[in-house]
């Protein structure tokens, strides 16, 4: 049975930092995985996506491009997303998504990439 369960949502001032954890179990994480977020009244954004089994790069959506990082643990089946100098439109719900795929990172992050699992996400505000 495969899970992502993600954990690490809360809420920080601009400018502070969080990690977000997405747990994965039964799913082997060579590959494609991403992370994405959906603000109220916003399209899902595909931020941060991988494709170690694919093209084995890593692809940033610009908005936040220099300030989140994505990186894995395959010893905790762990992936992870490091957000620093977070703005108030980071504020989204964070999901992470894989598929038994091998493709490409930025395709991962965009829509025509069929997504087979998902977290339940974990909230994210950023306020003052």
């Known amino acids: 049975q495969v899970q992502f369960v993600e954990s690490g949502g809360g809420l920080v001032q601009p400018g502070g930092s969080l990690r977000l954890s997405c747990a994965v179990s039964?799913?082997?994480?060579?590959?494609?995985i991403g992370w994405f977020r959906q603000a109220p009244g916003k399209e899902r954004e595909g931020i941060a996506c991988?494709?170690?089994?694919?093209?084995?790069?890593?692809y940033y959506a610009d908005s936040v491009k220099g300030r989140f990082t994505i990186s894995s643990d395959g010893a905790k089946s762990t992936v992870y997303l490091q957000m620093n100098s977070l703005k108030h439109e980071d504020t989204a719900v964070y999901f992470c998504?894989?598929?038994?795929?091998?493709?490409?990172?930025?395709?991962?992050?965009?829509?025509?990439?069929?997504?087979?699992?998902w977290g339940q996400g974990t909230q994210v505000t950023v306020s003052s």
């Open positions: 998504s894989g598929a038994r795929a091998a493709t490409r990172a930025a395709f991962v992050c965009s829509d025509n990439h069929k997504k087979e699992y």
């Open positions: 039964g799913f082997n994480l060579k590959f494609d």
């Open positions: 991988q494709s170690p089994g694919g093209d084995g790069n890593t």
